[in-house]
């Protein structure tokens, strides 16, 4: 067997993630189903000396190991869900802010008194000073985080270590003390929060955020939006420390070595130590560790003369990972960073010799081709390897994301590079100013990349939701073409033709889509967790009915997904808080041609911010009417809303309103929206059928009169 690791290694990530889709309880039906398939492999002469036993034995392993250990979080969340109590334990990391809330990790050791060894992320309103390692005691609320099987937030959490959530009881006695022992994690820590603090004192709040989140996987000065915009346009992966940041400070340190006139094996010795201590600042988070243990068997074949297999070293580190914690395979930024350096071992170098058959044969224009080449060749490896991971679990998926990382890998690889050297030359002469030219190119190019990100981001139909039809349809043929190049042993003369039918089935797809859905009226009562939000869209024209939940990020993200070039009309429930403060947002992204508010003393500040963004003003004391596009009406009244589009009513009814309390004519209305305990319920006739919030926005979309199709985007 060529590559016994890399088999290993991809089986058992594999089928791990098909057990974080199935749940523990299928997992151990499938464990012995490969386990005896496993097995009578090797009564079959044919089949003993081969891959298939190792494949199926492997997976029964993955699928067994995943089962045993899903069963420690649910005997907790039996014992201890939706329980208060007083707990003691130590701080993993220092509290942080986001959300106006404070977060961190505390290990548990005790539970009102009798012992405890488990994790939980501690949440509080106004949070306290302490360090990484300090004793706490203080009485708090479990809960369950979100979701069930899938890549839910349960699954994620699991993915950290991490059991229960808790929100700390602020208005009783609670005690931090400091460290009782400092372990060395606690001085690594401390060097990642003091290079933290370097970038910030050099550099503007945004720009220093998206720095420590690329160079130390501290996300917390990113904002959502920011993180949103990213996953839009396909550079997701560029957010997680992963085997391209490793790469870069791997042959950063290794060519500095090298320049520094050290010798080979000695170079690569000591790059080493720089690769464990660059993982040490990340908190060791699995796609970090990944792709460190990666480069690490890398320079150990420098050291010892052997050159490792890029294919088996991602197996072993792999598997590595995936030994220590199942639940490492719901962790999206370790998918991404799998799929991501899989393409690029893969199809990198193969695209870019292509690519340079078009090059100069000779001369200066020679050289800059075959540098685009090369950046051109990682885009295209790393983007459709990453599709499927970003289908499965974002719902997206990217038009764009060629062009993005085209623009973008290159910048981000120098500002990588730079912020590094600022973060250590600020440590190392904090009273000079060493740093400062390593700053401000590094704050250049963040500033560069956020821009950019946002252009690419407004772009209509930038990103599309994976339920819509042929974007599966397209990934499959996208890796069905990709395959078969492969298989046929031809890559190289079948490059050309699978590039050229993907960008066809590609614009077809699009054009198509956008075909089917002229003239049909799509009302979407969103997925914003609380409060309603309800988007109405028919050819690129949008309106808005509510901006309830959390963030505005759900609203933008599906407006975007329908391609929206105007939004015409935008109608809130009130006019200061929460709501308003999402309305302006999303008016930073779509200016409107109407807002029309309830009538009130005070209107929101952020609200009034955005006056230039709005065409036209209106407000109203108890009831509004509104007529748009000639097919849709909208009617609010007392603080519900009727709408009704090609003959079909919808009666919108935000939590806290009765339908008893709507007027009568209202009362017939062929379907009813209504918020309940964290699920929207759809109401048709005589029957409700409710859908809980986390999973996508409720859709009925109508394509003629009377005519309505209604699904659920994921």
Not at 368 to 384: D, E, K, P, Q, Y
């Amino acid at each position: 067997m060529r590559r016994p690791f890399a088999l290993v290694g991809f089986t058992y990530l594999l089928a791990l993630v098909a057990a974080v889709f199935l749940g523990a309880q299928w997992s151990i039906v499938l464990a012995c189903v490969f386990l005896l398939f496993g097995a009578a492999s090797l009564l079959l002469p044919r089949l003993r000396i081969g891959v298939f036993p190792v494949a199926l034995c492997t997976a029964a392993m993955a699928f067994g190991s995943f089962s045993v250990f899903a069963m420690q979080p649910v005997q907790l969340e039996q014992t201890l869900g939706e329980t208060d109590a007083v707990i003691t334990g130590v701080l993993q990391e220092q509290p942080y802010r986001r959300y106006d809330r404070s977060y961190c990790v505390v290990q548990v050791t005790s539970v009102d008194g009798e012992p405890a060894d488990f994790q939980i992320r501690l949440s509080m309103q106004n949070g306290f000073a302490a360090e990484p390692y300090a004793r706490f005691e203080g009485k708090v609320h479990f809960y369950i985080p979100s979701g069930g099987t899938g890549f839910s937030s349960r699954a994620y959490y699991a993915s950290q270590d991490i059991s229960l959530l808790a929100f700390l009881y602020e208005y009783e006695p609670y005690t931090v003390l400091p460290p009782a022992e400092k372990p060395l994690n606690y001085y690594i820590l401390q060097l990642r929060s003091a290079m933290g603090d370097a970038l910030n004192t050099m550099l503007p709040e945004e720009e220093a955020g998206l720095l420590r989140g690329v160079l130390l996987g501290d996300k917390t000065g990113i904002s959502p939006e920011l993180t949103e915009d990213f996953q839009t346009v396909g550079l997701s992966h560029l957010m997680a420390v992963s085997g391209l940041h490793m790469a870069i400070i791997m042959q950063l340190f290794f060519t500095l070595f090298l320049a520094l006139r050290i010798p080979r094996k000695l170079a690569a010795f000591l790059t080493s130590f720089a690769v464990l201590g660059f993982m040490a600042v990340t908190c060791f988070v699995p796609s970090a560790s990944r792709s460190g243990v990666m480069c690490l068997l890398f320079l150990a074949g420098q050291v010892i003369s052997h050159r490792a297999d890029s294919l088996n070293s991602l197996g072993l580190a792999v598997w590595i990972l995936c030994l220590l914690n199942p639940y490492a395979a719901a962790d999206i930024g370790l998918l991404l960073s799998f799929s991501a350096t899989l393409g690029l071992i893969l199809l990198a170098r193969p695209a870019a010799r292509w690519l340079n058959r078009f090059a100069p044969k000779q001369g200066i224009w020679r050289r800059f081709f075959r540098a685009v080449n090369s950046g051109l060749g990682t885009s295209v490896s790393a983007i459709l390897f990453t599709l499927p991971v970003m289908a499965l679990t974002f719902h997206n998926v990217s038009i764009i994301a060629f062009l993005a990382n085209l623009l973008a890998l290159w910048p981000a690889t120098f500002m990588l590079q730079f912020a590094l050297g600022a973060a250590v030359l600020y440590l190392i002469l904090p009273h000079t100013l060493a740093a400062m030219p390593f700053a401000f190119a590094a704050g250049w190019i963040a500033k560069y990349l956020c821009a950019c990100v946002r252009a690419l981001s407004d772009i209509p139909y930038a990103s599309l939701p994976a339920s819509v039809g042929f974007v599966l349809l397209w990934i499959a043929a996208v890796l069905a073409l990709t395959g078969a190049a492969l298989w046929l042993g031809k890559p190289k003369r079948l490059a050309h033709t699978a590039v050229w039918l993907c960008i066809i089935l590609l614009l077809a797809g699009v054009y198509s889509y956008q075909l089917s859905m002229r003239g049909v009226t799509r009302i979407a009562v969103l997925d914003v967790g609380e409060g309603l939000s309800v988007a109405v869209t028919k050819d690129g024209r949008s309106a808005l009915i509510g901006c309830g939940g959390y963030s505005a990020i759900p609203v933008k993200s599906y407006l975007k997904g329908q391609g929206t070039i105007s939004l015409d009309y935008v109608e809130l429930f009130s006019n200061f808080g929460q709501e308003a403060g999402n309305a302006a947002a999303v008016l930073q992204t779509f200016p409107a041609e109407q807002l029309v508010l309830p009538s009130g003393a005070y209107v929101d500040d952020l609200l009034q911010k955005q006056q230039g963004r709005v065409r036209k003003f209106a407000f109203y004391k108890n009831a509004v009417q509104a007529e748009l596009w000639g097919s849709v009406s909208i009617e609010t009244q007392d603080g519900a809303a009727l709408l009704e589009a090609n003959g079909v009513s919808v009666l919108l009814l935000p939590e806290k309103q009765k339908i008893a309390d709507a007027p009568e004519n209202w009362k017939t209305a062929d379907f009813t929206v209504y918020l309940t305990s964290g699920a929207a319920v759809l109401k048709a006739g005589g029957e409700g059928y409710a859908h809980n919030m986390g999973e996508g926005p409720i859709v009925l979309e109508i394509t003629g009169e009377k005519t309505v199709k209604i699904r659920r985007d994921i």
